[in-house]
């Protein structure tokens, strides 16, 4: 049950994009997505809402298909800084979010 | 944003020891904090989650006896590893949920803990 993103991994050169997809097997009420660093924690990115409110980031943006059960994060311009481990994060019931399967990018000069 | 804070940010302890990891939500309160472990090239898997005044809710296939969760006040849980062998080594991170903010339910998580066990 934990949603599937892809791809597992990226590499992107400086200002390139990437779009970086998240399948559920459940329906859909709200989409996190959170960035991590190797040996940090997750640091929140987005939260995308059904009936298509959107908190987050002014340099990524993210779509919600609340049919398809989908979510992709869009990375435009891509910077160094963006490199890392990107989750997606289904919530589910008493607040509990279940992460997904990750998507390693690389982001080189 | 609101801030979360673990310690200690990492341990080394000899296989059957106890181990306590505090978890504070420094400038909110939290009635629910949450409580994740990831292996190396993994993705957080939730443990349990730890609530105010009650007991634990345990996530299928973890040993409530094992990971003992203590949530005594509105910023504080601590997770204990009771008993820890060298399997348990991995990267334990909480989370908490500024239920002040708004209805978008935005989890901020500690900086995490890192257990070895030898």
């Known amino acids: 049950q934990q949603p599937v993103q892809s791809p597992q991994a990226v590499i992107l050169r400086e200002g390139e994009d990437a779009v970086i997809n998240c399948s559920s097997s459940k329906a859909l009420y709200s989409v996190h997505w959170y960035r991590q660093k190797h040996g940090e924690a997750p640091v929140f990115l987005m939260i995308l809402l059904k009936g298509g409110e959107q908190k987050g980031h002014d340099k990524i943006s993210a779509s919600f298909n609340e049919k398809k059960q989908q979510s992709s994060l869009y990375l435009t311009a891509s910077q160094l800084s963006y490199s890392g481990t990107y989750f997606c994060g289904i919530l589910g019931g008493y607040q509990k979010v279940t992460f997904g399967t990750g998507t390693k990018l690389q982001v080189i000069p | 944003g609101a801030v979360v804070s673990q310690h200690p940010s990492w341990v080394i302890c000899k296989s059957g020891t106890s181990v306590k990891i505090e978890c504070r939500s420094l400038?909110?309160?939290?009635?629910?904090m949450f409580w994740y472990r990831q292996f190396p090239k993994q993705s957080l898997m939730l443990m349990a989650t730890?609530?105010?005044?009650?007991?634990?809710?345990?996530e299928q296939g973890v040993e409530k006896d094992k990971f003992l969760i203590n949530h005594a006040s509105l910023t504080l849980s601590t997770l204990t590893v009771t008993s820890a062998h060298p399997e348990d080594s991995s990267f334990y991170i909480c989370?908490?949920?500024?239920?002040?903010?708004?209805?978008?339910?935005?989890?901020?998580f500690g900086p995490g803990t890192r257990l070895t066990v030898l």
């Open positions: 989370s908490a949920r500024d239920e002040q903010a708004g209805g978008y339910n935005e989890q901020f």
């Open positions: 730890s609530n105010e005044g009650s007991k634990a809710t345990y």
């Open positions: 400038d909110f309160q939290a009635t629910t």
